[in-house]
Every structure is written in structure tokens, then in C-alpha cells.
């Protein structure tokens, strides 16, 4: 299984999303993950791309393009707005 | 050299967390702490005069990353300055105006570096620790944008090569 979470007003575009995605070994990235997701979720997919969101895999934010293995966690970051 | 890092939903007292840091070594020559308080207004986005009234403020955050990255940003500080102790408190949840939100304390052996150290670690818990507020303004329900100007406080600490 790979994981998926969604913070922030992304988590409020995603709550029809499956957060949960049966790992077919196939060799994925998080870009390629969210072009799945762009017919059944086009607004939650355009907030997604917007320039200012990092993805992170397992707690550590990486680019795009990071391979995906089974047991990933993955989480989509707006920008921070602690403190 | 003791570093607490916590993220709770309870409150926090301000004594205690003074006498506790104060408590680690008699070499201490300075204690500086900030605290901050949920305001009771909130600026949806970068535009002064959109303020509006708050009723709550609920704080997410990612679980596991936030204490790792706020563990990241206190080691960069100690690497700029030396201190004997920091305790970062930072409070998730629903909470209401007036109420505290965030704490740091720093002790040092002279002033300078508790201030820097303090400042150096609001800056980028502002900016790279992963929590994200809500506001509540009146029932409506509302995300609130990065602040320009949270980004350009944190920017100083990499253009002053003196530092």
C-alpha cells in the first residue's frame, strides 16, 4: 500500500479521495500519482500543482519525480503557516 | 546542552518552563522567552486591512515531520550561536483568541545569543515547520495564506553572512 495525506485546505479538496493505493509494484512518482488523480479530482489536482506545494515521502520532502515504493508514505504540504 | 521540543494540544505555563530551563546549569547569564498569543483578529491574506474578527483558530500539523524539522531548525540556530538549553512549545488544535499558541525559551551565558537564537527559531517555525492554521471568522470557515512578510523575516538569516 502507499499512503497519501493531504494538510491544510488540500486535505479539504481530497476528502473524496482514496487515501490508501494498492501498490501494483509498478514503479511510480508523485508527479505520475497525481495525474492519476486529475479527471476523477481536477480542483484538488490544480491546487496540487500549484508552485508552492512540496511533496514529502515518508517525512522528507523531495522532488517530484522521487521514486515510490510499497509501504510510502506520501504527503502533499501547502505552504506552513505555524508560529 | 538539553533541547525540548514539544507539540501538545495542552497549554503551557510560562513559570514552570522558566524555572525548568533556569534549573539545567548555574552558568546561565541570560534566559530570553517568547511567547505567543493567538491575536483576535487574522489577515486572510498579505493585505493589512483584511482583518476581520477571529472566533477560533484550529492548528494542523504533520505528525512526526513537525518535531523533525523544528529538531532541524534548533540545531542550525546552535550551530550559529551557543546556548544551554532551548525548549520549543508549540500548540496544535482549536483554540481562541488571547490563548497561547507558541513558546521558546533560550538560555545562554550572555544575552546576544538567547536573543538571536529566539528570534532565528520563531522565524522559521513561521516558515518551514509543518502546521497550518484555520481560522473560524464569524462561522465561516477559512485556510490562511503564507504571509509575504513571515517569508522575507526568515530570508534575513541568510543574507546577513555577519550573523
Known amino acids: 500500500m502507499i499512503n497519501l495525506l493531504f494538510f491544510g485546505r488540500l486535505g479539504d479538496l481530497a476528502q473524496n ?27 484538488l489536482v490544480a491546487a496540487l500543482r500549484e508552485p508552492q506545494v512540496l511533496v514529502s515521502v515518508n517525512k522528507m520532502v523531495v522532488k517530484w519525480d522521487h521514486p515510490l515504493f510499497d509501504g510510502d508514505e506520501i504527503a502533499f504540504l501547502p505552504p506552513v503557516t505555524g508560529g | 546542552m538539553s533541547i525540548n521540543i514539544h507539540v501538545q494540544h495542552e497549554d503551557f505555563d510560562l513559570a514552570s518552563e522558566y524555572t525548568s530551563l533556569r534549573s539545567r546549569t548555574s552558568k546561565i547569564g541570560a534566559v530570553v522567552t517568547f511567547t505567543g498569543l493567538v491575536r483576535d483578529f487574522e489577515r486572510l491574506h498579505d493585505d ?10 484550529t492548528l494542523e500539523h504533520y505528525p512526526g515531520m513537525t518535531e523533525r ?25 482549536c483554540l481562541r483568541p488571547n490563548e497561547q ?24 517555525l513561521k516558515t518551514k515547520a509543518t502546521f497550518w492554521k484555520k481560522v473560524d471568522l464569524n462561522g465561516q470557515q477559512q485556510w490562511i495564506m503564507a ?7 526568515a530570508a534575513k538569516w541568510t543574507e546577513d553572512s555577519d550573523e
Open chain 2, 147 to 153: 504571509k509575504h512578510s513571515d517569508t522575507k523575516a
Open chain 2, 69 to 93: 524539522l523544528i529538531a532541524e531548525i534548533v540545531d542550525e540556530a546552535l550551530q550559529r550561536w551557543s546556548a544551554f538549553g532551548v525548549t520549543v512549545i508549540h500548540r496544535v488544535g
Open chain 1, 17 to 43: 479521495v482514496d487515501h490508501s493505493i494498492v501498490y501494483d509494484g509498478q514503479l511510480r512518482t508523485p508527479k505520475e500519482l497525481v495525474h492519476e488523480l486529475e479527471v476523477a479530482h481536477p480542483r
Open chain 2, 101 to 124: 499558541i507558541v513558546f521558546v525559551g533560550v538560555t545562554s551565558e550572555h544575552r546576544e545569543n538567547a536573543f538571536k537564537i529566539a528570534e532565528f527559531v520563531m522565524d522559521y
Open chain 2, 48 to 57: 493589512p486591512t483584511s482583518g476581520q474578527n477571529l472566533h477560533t483558530l
